[in-house]
């Protein structure tokens, strides 16, 4: 990194600092502090409801995805996200937004008990804390790969083995200044700034990207057709990169684990919450669909090109990457180094294994002079605190408002809540930094999210589904089917094993009854048992036990709900006809890159 | 609530967009071998320097246009809290 690339990241530093210190004074009230003071427009709303999730997961995860499996890693966008949030914008978002609840799991206990939002409220907050040490040690790692700051430390005479907890511990600092300051609100600015700071960093990148490889057609010419179609192959997990057949990728990751996440995680639903009306929100999720669709390019296509370059280890001066001494990898992705050895890791083939997640970083080097370079690091160090902080804004309103003034203490002035939401904010990154130094030791980050995602958030949508369509469901019945589904899931894992995998946390620690393919298909397996599970399980103890009571089930339930009154607005901005615009491109994409 | 989002975004990307252009105008033409000979810097910078005066100028326009209302002691509408 160069003087002017510095400037580029302290500028963006300043500007998060500054909008947590000029909403310092607007946070009056609790709902001021956690809801962003229910006054967000939709446009905000829906580029925060996207970008919540673009953490380190997505960036560096999808363009390692790109790498490996090629485009077909747009499942992940156009059925795994798109159906589901145009779901929870038409269908959901009534009932969300209509009830008031304040939380996800505050829904729940409206609609079901207290057991149901205990449940949910706890395993949330253990899943928001994972998820925010993930991406802070993914910064941390991309801090050291990269050495940004090792000309630094060496000037300063210090041991650079600091380097990851120094990037550690700047990273917590900056999130919990923003989001002690100011809330939610702070969090969803910050969510809008690093929108479009990583479409500034990244556009010139597939430009050139390809520019370079003589654009799409000379993708295919160089990969081949199992990098380039998306749907081709899939009717037989042997014949596509993904190792799944259409029926598992469909059921399991753009039904269950998609609705699952889209439609019921309180990370991306406290985004909507937040909007300043009904119509407000139900276009949230629908507004921050059309930029979802697009992003394969900027995320998953840099993975490919990456792949698709000679290989060639030159290094730019600048960069002062020490790539150069490792042996060469494939395209410009270098080989995976074992940290301990120096030595290049290989896979059960004895074939040196490639470093997938540096797949987007080393694109980044490889095209980009000073001053861009400082933009596309400065847009990757956003996307990774913004996730984090996302993480941070939710764990504090569920610890608060579902497990504090639930359990620990009723009947507090709302002062005090806000105290403890700001307190919650220190102790939650704590925690999140000890989350961060535990996920140093696992390797494949998007693997293991997706492991404690199927366990947990798989059966959630089946709860929700039922909650919200079927009357009849009962409390007790939601509660035991969310435990049977999560069961499922761990017995589903336990008893099977993707191909090539050790028995341990790749599966089979029970008995090994099944083999799959490959390790995603395992995965939407899973998430297909936990659901089914937890949908029949449901069914059956809702009609044994005694049908609640209709009238509290006003605006919670279908059924019993009036359909929400439609605002004056032109015709092209109401909420279905947002849905088939976005439905219809959707669409067509997947038709172009069959 | 609190800020107009469009005014630090439009502020932002103008500075942006001027540390880019300026410095892709003035440095190094070798530096953009990497980049293909295009010098994205220039180029890019002119963009972001753009998109930061678009937002800058659309956060501007709508606190005048509240102010106007307010001159004309005309309550704002009160919008419909959607339930």
């Known amino acids: ?594 | 609530m609190g800020i107009d989002i469009r005014l630090p975004l439009g502020l932002l990307f103008l500075l942006l967009g001027a540390i880019l252009l300026v410095y892709g105008a003035l440095g190094d033409p070798s530096l953009y071998q990497q980049s293909l000979g295009i010098n994205v810097n220039l180029y890019w910078g002119v963009v972001l320097f753009a998109f930061g005066g678009l937002m800058f100028a659309l956060s501007r326009r709508s606190v005048r246009a509240a102010t106007t209302v307010r001159a004309d002691s005309t309550p704002p509408s009160p919008r419909s809290s959607g339930h």
């Open chain 1, 1 to 594: 990194m160069t003087g002017i690339d510095w400037l580029i990241l302290g500028l963006y530093f300043a500007f998060v600092l500054g909008i947590g210190v000029a909403l310092k004074g607007s946070m009056k009230t609790s709902t001021d502090f956690f809801l962003a003071g229910r006054a967000i427009p939709a446009w905000v709303a829906g580029l925060a409801f996207m970008s919540a999730n673009l953490g380190a997961q997505e960036v560096i995860g999808m363009g390692a995805s790109g790498a490996k499996y090629g485009i077909a890693t747009s499942h992940f966008y156009w059925i795994g996200a798109i159906p589901a949030m145009v779901f929870v914008g038409l269908f959901m978002m009534p009932f969300y937004y209509g009830s008031r609840a304040r939380s996800v799991p505050e829904y729940l206990r409206l609609r079901f008990d207290e057991k149901t939002r205990g449940l949910n409220a706890i395993s949330f907050a253990i899943m928001t804390i994972f998820s925010s040490g993930i991406s802070m040690y993914a910064i941390a790692k991309l801090i050291q790969t990269l050495h940004v700051f090792d000309g630094v430390f060496q000037r300063l005479g210090l041991n650079s083995s600091w380097i990851f907890d120094f990037a550690i511990l700047i990273s917590a600092i900056v999130v919990l200044i923003y989001t002690f300051l100011g809330g939610l609100s702070s969090a969803i600015y910050n969510e809008v700034l690093q929108f479009f700071l990583i479409v500034a960093g990244f556009l010139p990148l597939t430009y050139l990207g390809l520019k370079n490889v003589g654009g799409w057609s000379g993708l295919k010419a160089t990969l081949g057709p199992s990098y380039t179609h998306s749907w081709a192959g899939l009717s037989h997990p042997d014949t596509n990169r993904l190792g799944v057949e259409w029926f598992g990728l469909v059921m399991g990751l753009g039904f269950v684990l998609s609705f699952g996440y889209w439609c019921t995680d309180f990370l991306v639903i406290q985004r909507a919450m937040a909007a300043k009306s009904m119509s407000a929100a139900r276009r949230t999720p629908l507004i921050g669909a059309f930029p979802k669709m697009l992003f394969p390019f900027l995320v998953i296509l840099p993975g490919l090109i990456a792949i698709a370059l000679p290989t060639q280890p030159a290094v730019p001066p600048h960069a002062r990457v020490i790539v150069a001494a490792e042996p060469p990898g494939k395209g410009i992705i270098p080989m995976k180094v074992d940290a301990s050895s120096g030595k290049p890791m290989l896979d059960k083939d004895g074939k040196p294994q490639l470093d997938y997640d540096l797949a987007v970083p080393s694109m980044l080097l490889h095209y980009f002079p000073p001053g861009m370079l400082g933009l596309g690091l400065t847009a990757l160090l956003a996307s990774f605190m913004s996730g984090m902080a996302g993480n941070v804004t939710a764990f504090n309103t569920v610890w608060t408002y579902d497990i504090y003034q639930s359990y620990i203490r009723p009947g507090a002035t709302d002062e005090h809540y806000l105290w403890m939401g700001r307190t919650a904010t220190v102790f939650g990154i704590a925690l999140s930094i000890a989350a961060a130094y535990m996920a140093n030791r696992f390797n494949n980050i998007m693997d293991m999210l997706q492991l404690v995602f199927a366990f947990v958030n798989a059966p959630l949508f089946a709860t929700f589904l039922l909650g919200m369509f079927w009357k009849r469901t009962t409390g007790h019945a939601a509660f035991t089917g969310l435990l049977a589904g999560t069961a499922a899931a761990a017995i589903h894992h336990g008893l099977t094993l993707p191909a090539g995998a050790v028995v341990g946390i790749k599966g089979g620690w029970l008995a090994i009854t099944h083999n799959y393919p490959s390790e995603m298909a395992q995965n939407f397996w899973t998430a297909i048992y936990a659901w089914t599970t937890c949908f029949i399980v449901t069914i059956i103890v809702s009609l044994i036990t005694r049908a609640p009571d209709e009238t509290k089930l006003v605006g919670l339930v279908y059924s019993l709900t009036p359909k929400p009154e439609e605002e004056p607005m032109a015709w092209y901005a109401r909420p279905a006809s947002l849905a088939i615009m976005v439905i219809a491109g959707t669409v067509l994409l997947n038709i172009i890159f069959w």
